[in-house]
């Protein structure tokens, strides 16, 4: 079982809409949870990081981490066609190690 | 913004063939890393250093060897390729100091093709 997991797999939302995607990790020892983004034939970029519990807002990007239930979600609010992309979690150790661990992704697509 | 460049872009080998994907960043970060990204499994991270000479195994290195020649090089060298090592290959380079709290930057990625 991979230690990051995310869902869905991939997610459809018309454009304005709201996108939520979600990651829980099994490990207690990550304590760091970054959100990566790839648009098609780019390399991931880091969109955001939220190393605290409860929300972090960057513009229409809000981020939400629970750290009890090893959870961190993503919501895009009014979503746009240059918003389908895929999305990565990464989590990170609070001692040890330099290495991120990464989700599978979810494969976003906004419909205009 | 940091800069990663990656080449080739595109590499199609046989089995057995020897190849070496390179890797350069100019932003003069101490960590690069090798990841490579298969459908269904994200990005695993292969090597990664911190610095020229330095080599660090990641989770997924058999098959694989990489060497940090200087701050900005970084090589990944896989000396008998196999098929199962068809896969998109990425480079990401870091700042010093924070790690797991370091923003990772990324290259275009090179995908590579094992026959």
């Known amino acids: 079982q991979q230690k990051v997991q995310q869902s869905p797999e991939s997610l459809s939302v018309p454009e304005g809409g709201m996108a939520s995607l979600n990651c829980t990790s099994s490990?207690?020892?990550?304590?760091y949870f970054w959100w990566y983004r790839q648009h098609s034939g780019e390399g991931p970029k880091a969109l955001m990081s939220i190393f605290s519990d409860g929300d972090k807002k960057e513009g229409r990007f809000t981020a939400h981490l629970n750290k009890a239930s090893l959870h961190v979600s993503l919501h895009i609010r009014d979503s746009q066609p240059s918003d389908s992309a895929l999305y990565f979690c990464?989590?990170?150790?609070?001692?040890?190690?330099?290495?991120?661990?990464f989700g599978s992704g979810t494969q976003l697509t906004v419909m205009p | 913004e940091a800069a990663v460049t990656q080449s080739p872009r595109n590499k199609v080998t046989v089995t057995g063939g020897n190849v070496t994907l390179s890797c350069r960043q100019t932003?003069?970060?101490?960590?690069m890393y090798w990841y490579r990204q298969d459908t269904g499994h994200g990005l695993r991270l292969i090597h990664y250093s911190y610095g020229a000479g330095n080599l660090q195994i990641g989770d997924v290195p058999d098959g694989y060897k990489a060497t940090r020649t200087t701050q900005e090089d970084f090589f990944l060298l896989l000396e008998l390729a196999s098929p199962s090592q068809t896969s998109l290959y990425f480079c990401?380079?870091?700042?010093?100091?924070?790690?797991?709290?370091?923003?990772?930057?990324f290259g275009p990625g090179t995908r590579l093709l094992v026959l």
């Open positions: 490990d207690r020892n990550f304590q």
């Open positions: 990401a380079s870091s700042d010093v100091g924070l790690g797991v709290q370091d923003t990772q930057y």
């Open positions: 932003n003069s970060h101490n960590y």
């Open positions: 990464a989590a990170g150790a609070s001692s040890g190690s330099w290495q991120l661990i």
